[in-house]
């Protein structure tokens, strides 16, 4: 499987990006898809996931409310809406997905992971 992110770039505080993954590769029935996102020094956590068959989210407390992930069945692509964005939202953010049932919200969870596209917020 091999996952393409976009969508990353620099706004001003309290803009919008929208970020997405394209997966392909192999027949495509993954458990879940994340978007995780790493600051420079900092470890990569999670920002939010999805299960890929019914479509349950979840979300870091941080973004709760402003961010929105969703997934398009037809087009094996996940979304990640960002809005109000805040410059502690700086970061690498990478997409992944998971083969199997496991916890959504731990790395180690992951067997495919993309490339990483840059969000920068500007103050």
């Known amino acids: 499987v091999q996952l393409q992110a976009s969508g990353g770039g620099l706004v001003q505080a309290g803009g919008s990006l929208r970020l997405s993954c394209a997966a392909s590769?192999?027949?495509?029935?993954?458990?879940?898809m994340g978007w995780f996102r790493q600051a420079p020094g900092r470890e990569r956590d999670l920002v939010a996931a999805?299960?890929?068959?019914?479509?349950?989210?979840s979300y870091a407390d941080s973004v709760k409310g402003r961010f929105t992930i969703s997934r398009d069945v037809a087009k094996n692509t996940v979304y990640l809406q960002m809005d109000n964005l805040k410059p502690e939202d700086t970061a690498v953010y990478y997409c992944a997905l998971a083969t199997y049932a496991s916890a959504l919200h731990q790395p180690a969870a992951y067997d495919f992971w993309g490339q990483g596209t840059q969000v920068t917020v500007s103050s």
């Open positions: 590769g192999r027949t495509f029935n993954p458990y879940g």
């Open positions: 999805i299960r890929w068959p019914s479509g349950i989210t």
